[in-house]
DNA sequence: AATTTTAACCGTCAGCGCGG
DNA sequence: CCGCGCTGACGGTTAAAATT
């Protein structure tokens, strides 16, 4: 099923296609950033490793499901025109704000040059090197924001509990209902078992307080410290990802306006332009 | 109405960079 | 060097929309 794979595909290219439009944006050159961007395209679930081309998703609107495909020519102040594929992001019924802004979600630069596509094949680590080098979320969001006026900062993290230390008692423990917007992954069977434990202590089960170190002695409580250990990875993991996805989550958004707003000022250079071109070349009849 | 498709969301793992 | 945080990738679930 292509599901995945496309979800994917998208999902791996985001971050780095949005950037290079930003960064294109800033010093006008698109070429390298394309190119760049092609190592990207390599690696999908399904197999299908060329790049999806404007011909392939220029049906805008004609997707089903909760977003439809959809390709947004954005003009840069340099001129230059860079096709972006993105998304139309069906609203939440209860939640439309900007229908402009709304129907931009970046995902992906389109590449229309095939020469790029050919020996894609740049090999995993690579790959990897260039896509994790990137900075955070939050370092590259407050750097834009210190640039451009408007552009909101990303909290910087408080320590959760002030006065608290960080003890492994005082740490949060996962409810045993999970709350989504959409109601997702309430107590039901189907969780996992570490979701719907019941609270029933400050301590998330099976992290159990910590012997001291020196006091291990029998393997079962090296294996109980074991355990102990890695529950409390996941855990912090697991909030560490929600976190990380809501910053990302910001820095779309973020991004979205941006180019919402870049949109609306091409658009008046434009005019502007043609003004003036009217005005210095005046019609000679 | 039943089935399929799609998007959104989640937890986990792996790997990297950074600070101590 | 080690521990930790961050984030891409992956596989799974669910709800909603589209299709049959």
Do not use: F, W
């Not at 209860?94 to 992906?108: D, M, R, W």
């Amino acid at each position: 099923m292509s599901k995945c794979g496309r979800k994917k595909y998208i999902k791996t290219n985001l971050r780095q296609m949005t950037m290079e439009t930003i960064e294109s944006q800033q010093d006008g050159s698109v070429t390298d950033s394309v190119a760049e961007s092609e190592s990207a395209h390599t690696q999908t679930q399904t197999g299908q490793n060329s790049v999806p081309t404007l011909a392939q998703v220029s049906v805008a609107g004609s997707g089903t499901g909760r977003g439809s495909p959809t390709v947004t020519l954005v003009q840069l102040p340099s001129g230059q025109t860079v096709h972006v594929q993105g998304v139309i992001q069906t609203p939440q019924p209860s939640v439309i704000q900007s229908p402009q802004i709304q129907t931009v979600q970046v995902a992906t630069i389109a590449e229309t040059d095939e020469s790029a596509e050919s020996e894609g094949v740049i090999d995993s680590h690579k790959r990897r090197e260039i896509l994790s080098r990137r900075p955070s979320y939050r370092k590259i969001l407050n750097e834009l924001s210190s640039d451009v006026p408007g552009v909101p900062k990303i909290e910087e993290e408080k320590p959760e509990e002030e006065g608290t230390p960080p003890n492994i008692a005082t740490m949060a423990v996962p409810t045993s209902i999970y709350q989504t917007s959409t109601g997702q992954y309430t107590a039901t069977g189907d969780m996992p078992t570490y979701q719907i434990r019941a609270p029933t202590t400050a301590l998330p089960q099976g992290v159990v307080m910590a012997a001291s170190p020196g006091s291990l002695h029998s393997p079962q409580q090296l294996a109980e410290e074991a355990t102990r250990k890695r529950e409390l990875r996941l855990m912090k993991n697991r909030e560490a990802a929600k976190e990380c996805r809501r910053r990302k989550k910001e820095y779309v958004k973020c991004l979205e306006s941006r180019v919402a707003v870049l949109e609306v000022q091409n658009k008046k250079l434009i005019e502007e332009l043609e003004t003036l071109k009217d005005i210095c070349s005046p019609k000679t009849d």
